[in-house]
């Protein structure tokens, strides 16, 4: 889950729990938007953290090597 899809899923949980006052038999609005947003606030820092890891290994990867000659057979010898 991206950042962006747990900030959705928190605004869409505050919606459900403090915004709409019509109440459904057959559901808990209130009790649906809370776990809504606990879903969003795990999915939000769930993703900060995967986003953080993948962004510090291309750091890694992408450390200047050292200068490499290679050399074949058929070439002259350099010279002096």
């Known amino acids: 889950m991206t950042a962006a899809g747990g ?4 605004i869409i949980g505050a919606i459900l729990r403090y915004a709409i006052t019509w109440e459904p038999t057959w559901i808990n609005l209130s009790i649906l938007g809370t776990i809504l947003m606990i879903g969003g606030a795990a999915g939000l820092v769930l993703g900060l953290v995967l986003t953080y890891t993948r962004r510090r ?16 057979y058929q070439d002259p010898p350099p010279p002096r």
């Open 7 to 10: 900030l959705a899923l928190m």
């Open 57 to 72: 290994r291309v750091e890694r990867a992408q450390q200047p090597q050292q200068p490499y000659d290679q050399r074949y």
